[in-house]
């Protein structure tokens, strides 16, 4: 199963349109000022997500009354961002379960159009897709960050993606091929105050065990230069991070 979350942020057209080319989605989350890309790419959306404060009234009126769509409307004074209710909705629909949010327990007010439900899906694959987390909001930039985590602990593959990045949480083992690779640089950031046992394998710097911590730059700017490359960590948790200029 695949998820594609379109939310906020800053979205460069013409590569969102070339990324999503070469993707297929299952499912696609339209948070609220992300609508507007979504409906000038053409993008079927299946659900809609948000308070709709950042999003053009005559766009929202295309949307949120089709009988197509799981509308998902809370109030602007909320706990939560519309990112991150747009994260616990796909990992509800991951999970195969019905309605996703429980507006008693969020504290907020839960609107889903008459007569829909959430269809139930097969484990398998899970890929979560973020467009627009990333832009000149540098809170909700680093909140999405974080909410990677929780995409990860679900057993989910998140990854946020923009013009220059793709950013992805992980720990263990994790396997790259130079094949498709997104960019030239891949770095490793902490985001547990321990990095221990960090082996690089089929990179131009590589480690064999080593340690480093939150604040340090240690596993930044490295490159892949094998056809295949290993990155094992043995404690801890890293934002892995392929990036290009």
């Known amino acids: 199963m695949k998820v594609l979350i379109i939310t ?9 349109f070339s990324f999503l080319k070469n993707n297929r989605y299952d499912e696609v989350i339209a948070v609220d000022g992300g609508l507007a890309f979504a409906d000038r790419a053409g993008i079927k959306i299946t659900h809609l997500v948000g308070d709709f404060d950042t999003i053009d009234g005559a766009v929202l009126e295309k949307y949120i009354h089709r009988e197509d769509i799981c509308v998902h409307q809370f109030v602007p004074e909320k706990d939560y961002t519309d990112t991150d209710i747009a994260v616990k909705l ?9 309605v996703p ?8 007010s839960l609107k889903l159009l008459p007569e829909q439900e959430i269809p139930m899906k ?42 220059n990045n793709q950013i992805q949480m992980i720990r263990g083992t994790h396997h790259l091929k130079m ?9 490793l950031i902490p985001a547990t105050m321990d990095l221990s046992g960090i082996t690089l394998q ?19 700017s490295n490159e892949l230069t094998a056809e295949e490359g290993w990155i094992t960590i043995e404690e801890g948790t890293a934002w892995m991070i392929l990036s290009r200029d």
Request: glycine share 14%.
């Open 90 to 98: 796909a990992i509800e629909l991951f999970s195969g379960m019905g």
């Open 202 to 220: 089929g990179f131009k710097y590589p480690l064999d065990r080593a340690n480093t911590h939150f604040g340090e730059s240690l596993c930044v």
């Open 122 to 163: 097969e484990t398998g694959e899970k890929i979560l897709h973020i467009l627009g987390a990333t832009g000149t909001r540098l809170d909700h930039v680093l909140a999405n960050l974080q909410m990677l985590k929780n995409i990860m602990d679900a057993g989910i593959d998140g990854m946020i993606i923009d013009k």
């Open 8 to 16: 906020g942020g800053n979205i460069d057209d013409d590569f969102a």
């Open 101 to 108: 949010l429980d507006p008693m327990s969020e504290g907020l």
């Open 179 to 187: 094949e498709g690779i997104f960019g030239k640089y891949m770095s």
